[in-house]
């Protein structure tokens, strides 16, 4: 995801996306799928039968999939939800908790007005953010649950209008929003296929994950429109965007449909802009594996990010649409399809597994567009800017003190330096291990989730290589190699000396490339101070350290002998 910009990561949030939802009184008529639940039922039997979904860890419950539908109108904000959700027990309980936002004093937020199973009525009680449901369950037996709400959406859903006036709707629920709309299990480690059934003004087009089964004109100028995604996902990649589109398919890579969703306003420009997505898709295919999505539309859209990773709905900010950066912002975006929403991380801590893989990604789409310069140029860019956030906070990659907030974690460790930990990765491994690697993590977790540990004993199972102390160093500990060298010449021995010494507390275990006079000499660095010395025919006109930027370090170089 990119906050708010095409360029990594910008924290500014658009606020007024979110202050733009202005909730109205009025209500209208809800409909029942009774047909549609009744073959959700038989599919969930069978996933129940072949389940290997993610679970949260410690809870009694993994959900197997839901069925929203939802009813939105042009008279207020209020919406009108039925929650179809088949939950696997993993423990015997008497109760259980979903994820819901509760109606607060300002009139925002979700009423529940009955939960049935069985078409049987089930005791619950509704607190702040969460719903207590009471039912009798056994180990490892399937229950589905119908929960019927309304309320006008605090956050998650931002009803809005776009740039050119229109009333629009876009789910934006990241990291743990998705329960101010959609009562679930909002975690990214409970993963579940999923059905949206949206009612809305016919004037409207839906777009949302997986792939439309329906759409059909329905009485009062109403439209139904049905997407189902038989994939797994987290909370935080569910969405629909429902708003007045135009709609161009801009071809069919890897015999993936790839589609662009624009304001019409922005129809000729959008449409060029956006079509950069059938070449960045296959690349990502040809390096990563496949694609596991069955569409990926690109949406113009209203939210406080400037791009969302949702799952083959992705979601750009509304001036995006010819914007210089979109060629990055989109290979961003498209390479979470891989890490964040097929492979995605067990906790928010891990969010690096997200954030900088698409970071590092991107950085690898376009060296591979434009060249090895492009790369390099990037890599110094992102050094500088871990740099400079470790001076304002000194965390380690991995940050395990972060217990809530998580919008916290949109920072240059979880994007620029978890892109470096990999740029380092790919440097120690070479290409062809690393890459396997790479390809050899996303096929064990497509689907489910991973921490940082599961990377490693992947990484080391394809290289043979212990790499316990590079994951240490690199992501759970906070900071970075703080070098200091120093070197002479010594035209008696026709020598140049070089003195590393590691100035920050905590001692790192690397390789150091240095250039005397453009010969490139590697030095195993692991001591506080290491001393070397390289023959040379003449005094050195300069000594680099790192020339193919390959090091996330600070360097002072000192010639000693001026």
Not at 98 to 127: P, T, W, Y
Not at 430 to 455: E, H, M, P, Q, R
Not at 485 to 494: E, L, M, Q, R
Request: glycine residues 6%; charged residues 20%; aromatic residues 12%.
């Amino acid at each position: 995801m990119e906050k708010n910009s095409p360029v990594f990561p910008r924290v500014i949030a658009r606020n007024e996306a979110i202050s733009a939802q202005i909730g109205r009184a009025g209500a209208f008529r809800f409909a029942r799928y009774s047909s549609e639940i009744a073959s959700f039922l038989a599919m969930t039997l069978l996933l129940f039968c072949l389940s290997t979904q993610a679970q949260v860890p410690g809870s009694p419950i993994d959900v197997q999939h839901y069925t929203f539908a939802l009813q939105l109108n042009d008279e207020n904000n209020n919406i009108k939800g039925e929650a179809t959700i088949a939950v696997k027990f993993l423990k015997d309980v008497s109760t259980f908790q979903l994820n819901l936002v509760k109606k607060n004093s300002k009139d925002k937020g979700m009423l529940v007005s009955a939960i049935k199973e069985n078409g049987k009525e089930v005791r619950f009680v509704q607190d702040s953010d969460v719903v207590n449901i009471n039912t009798t369950a056994k180990t490892n037996s399937l229950h589905s649950f119908i929960i019927t709400y309304s309320g006008v959406p605090a956050d998650g859903l931002i009803i809005s209008t776009n740039k050119f006036g229109h009333r629009t709707f876009f789910g934006d629920n990241w990291p743990n929003r998705a329960h101010n709309w959609l009562p679930c299990v909002d975690d990214p480690a409970d993963k579940a296929s999923l059905d949206f059934i949206v009612t809305a003004p016919a004037h409207y087009q839906v777009v949302a994950n997986g792939l439309k089964t329906e759409e059909k004109e329905l009485p009062n100028n109403q439209k139904l429109t049905h997407w189902k995604e038989t994939a797994l996902l987290p909370p935080k990649v569910m969405v629909i965007g429902v708003a007045d589109f135009a709609i161009d398919k801009a071809g069919d890579p890897d015999g993936i449909p790839v589609y662009t969703y624009v304001f019409p306003e922005n129809k000729e420009i959008g449409f060029k802009s956006y079509a950069i997505a059938k070449e960045i898709l296959p690349f990502y295919i040809s390096k990563i594996g496949p694609y596991a999505y069955k569409k990926l539309a690109n949406v113009q859209s209203k939210t406080i990010f400037g791009g969302m990773e949702n799952a083959g709905a992705i979601f750009y900010f509304e001036n995006s649409v010819g914007d210089k950066g979109i060629e990055e912002l989109m290979a961003h975006e498209i390479a979470h399809q891989w890490f964040g929403d097929a492979a995605s991380e067990k906790s928010w801590q891990n969010l690096w597994l997200s954030e900088g893989f698409a970071t590092y990604m991107t950085n690898y789409y376009l060296e591979n567009k434009y060249g090895i310069d492009t790369l390099k140029k990037r890599m110094i860019t992102d050094r500088r800017t871990v740099l400079s956030f470790e001076r304002r906070r000194l965390t380690p990659v991995v940050d395990t003190t972060v217990k809530s907030n998580y919008m916290v974690l949109l920072n240059a460790n979880s994007y620029q330096k978890g892109g470096w930990v990999l740029h380092m990765l790919r440097r120690k491994l070479g290409d062809v291990v690393f890459w396997k690697g790479i390809s050899n993590y996303f096929a064990k977790y497509n689907g489910g989730n991973a921490n940082t540990d599961d990377l490693r004993k992947v990484m080391e199972q394809t290289s043979g290589q212990n790499l316990q102390q590079f994951f240490k160093q690199w992501l759970f500990t906070a900071g970075h190699p703080q070098l200091a060298i120093n070197w002479k010449y010594d035209a008696v021995k026709g020598a140049v000396s070089i003195q590393v010494d590691q100035k920050q507390n905590t001692l790192y275990d690397f390789q150091l490339e240095i250039s005397i006079g453009g010969q490139k000499h590697n030095l195993l660095i692991k001591d506080k101070t290491t001393t070397i010395e390289f023959a040379t025919p003449a005094n050195p006109a300069s000594v680099i350290p790192d020339p193919d930027v390959n090091l996330l370090a600070s360097f002072t170089v000192t010639n000693t002998q001026l």
